[in-house]
T-cell receptor
């Protein structure tokens, strides 16, 4: 089993759609969780951190379920500019490990 | 300059060459990282430095040799690489190790012939 697993997609959605990505992780000692966004041929950039209580930033909502060891990202009212690869990232300071998922490709079409 | 810079942006080298990648961060961070991103594979963390001290080496072959002279600069020395080492090499930095947002440089696209 991979340490961090994501559905690779691609997800093809029309503008205005709501799309959800899930990510599972295997290390129960993981402490920090993030969603990064990576545009084609660009470096990853932080989209949002994920907290146990769930958090929202505009059209983006992230959730963490420690018991089931998964995190999710919900994008509402998709825009063309949301087209990118979304990377699930899990870190643990014990052992200094950061594991990136392989990413989920999203294409938003007009 | 701002953020995280990397040079060169592109590098083509033969298997017998020796080259170095350079990373510089202008964010005042204390932790720096090297990652490898190969086609169709997740980013792989290679090395972690915290206050210039290496804290993690994720079983990286010895043909990759990191150097961190200070908290702002990070090098990756390359020698006798293999074609399968061709990839995008990304440098990142953060304030605090791993638990906080990492800021990535634009990467060096390496091709080993």
């Amino acid at each position: 089993r991979k340490e961090v697993e994501q559905d690779p997609g691609p997800f093809n959605v029309p503008e205005g759609a709501t799309v959800a990505f899930n990510c599972t992780y295997s290390n129960s000692a993981s402490q920090s969780f993030f969603w990064y966004r990576q545009d084609c041929r660009k470096e990853p950039k932080l989209l949002m951190s994920v907290y146990s209580s769930g958090n929202e930033d505009g059209r983006f909502t992230a959730q963490l379920n420690r018991a089931s060891q998964y995190i999710s990202l919900l994008i509402r009212d998709s825009k063309l500019s949301d087209s990118a690869t979304y990377l699930c990232v899990v870190s643990s300071t014990g052992g200094f490990k950061t594991i990136f998922g392989a990413g989920t490709r999203l294409f938003v079409k007009a | 300059e701002t953020g995280v810079t990397q040079t060169p942006r592109h590098l083509v080298m033969g298997m017998t060459n020796k080259k170095s990648l350079k990373c510089e961060q202008h964010l005042g961070h204390n932790a720096m990282y090297w990652y490898k991103q190969s086609a169709k594979k997740p980013l792989e963390l290679m090395f972690v430095y915290n206050f210039k001290e290496q804290t993690e080496n994720n079983s990286v072959p010895s043909r990759f040799s990191p150097e961190c002279p200070n908290s702002s600069h990070l090098f990756l020395h390359l020698h006798t690489l293999q074609p399968e080492d061709s990839a995008l090499y990304l440098c990142a930095s953060s304030q605090g190790i791993l638990a906080n947002e990492q800021f990535f440089g634009p990467g060096t696209r390496l091709t080993v012939l």
